[in-house]
């Protein structure tokens, strides 16, 4: 299992993009670490990629039928050869076009010649290209100086004191994010106040260790902070504010059970300083002991508990009020 996380983790980073785009934005997917964390964005620019074999690792493709082989080096052939034939024609037209452009100018570029090798006397007859590169001339001059006209006049428009008024003043700058605990998160304005979540913001159904995650690490991805920082008047949606309540609860009750049992890290409450891996070790250790005495007077096969990973942090908060 551990000798394929590797491949699991780049391919997720090299199927990012794809992933955003084409699963709902309440996908479990995104509520994990993995993602919330940012890892992924960073790991994109590490991801190795190979056609059936990679250069770099030597690492082959198994289980791919022979065919499969053959009909991957057909396309690939395919490929070189539309690429070689759009390269061709893209040199032709460019031939063509310079071919062309000479030919237009080799009649002037020959009378040049010729004049700049023979004395000519006598009066040198104006011809009708004379006459429209005079007027092209005349035409540059007058857009020239009308321009220096025009910015004359706007500039001194610009130096009046109502104008140098008008571009002096400047709108308050609203804050867009905002640094906590070492990290930057974003702020959301809606209801005319400064809201730590979106205005659309709702709690997902989530186990219990995607709730500690988001609690003490929150979603870089999203830029919304830890929900140990929220109030609950910073949630929309009033069944929201009782879900926070009953997460803050089902947090202390863990991180109160694994200081109990010496599994605080440096005697450290606040789990969001510590490392990822002594947070797990710390809702491991106190997660587990709320297993423990949920399994208390329940049959000793777990039938009733069979799958604790995936309960949510609202059904262990009722199981615990029990």
Known sequence: MMDTLPYLCASL????????????????????????????????????????????????????????????QIYDMGEKMLELTQTVEKNNQAAMARFNEVVATLPKALGDYVLSH????????????????????????????LRSMIND???????????????????????????????????????????????????????????????????????IRPYKWLQKGDLPLSKDQTKLTKGRVVVGNIIQRAESLGGLPHGNKNISLLTM?????????????????????????????RRYGEMAYTTVYKLLKE
């Not at 797990?280 to 297993?291: A, H, Q, T, Y």
């Open 13 to 72: 980073a090299y199927h990012a993009d794809w992933l955003s785009a084409n699963l709902h934005r309440r996908h479990p997917l995104f509520r994990t670490y993995i993602w919330t964390s940012g890892f992924l964005d960073n790991a994109k620019q590490h991801v190795i990629l190979g056609n059936h074999r990679c250069e770099v690792t030597n690492v082959r493709a198994s289980g791919i039928p022979p065919f499969m082989m053959v009909a991957r």
């Open 118 to 145: 023979c004395e000519v006397g006598g009066a040198v007859p104006v011809s009708a290209d004379l006459m429209v590169a005079m007027f092209a001339d005349m035409r540059t001059s007058l857009s020239n100086e």
């Open 153 to 223: 006049v706007t500039g001194l428009a610009n130096s009046t004191p109502q104008a140098q008024t008008n571009l002096t003043v400047q709108e308050p700058a609203v804050p867009t994010s905002i640094e906590i605990e070492g990290h930057v998160w974003q702020i959301f304005v809606w209801g005319n106040k400064f809201r730590p979540v979106p205005s659309d913001f709702t709690f997902a159904s989530m186990s219990t260790k995607v709730f500690w995650d988001h609690w003490f690490f929150g979603n870089i991805s999203t830029g």
């Open 277 to 305: 891996v002594e947070a797990n070790g710390v809702f491991s250790l106190g997660f587990n002991n709320i297993v423990q005495q949920l399994e208390h007077g329940h049959p000793a096969d777990g039938s009733s508990f």
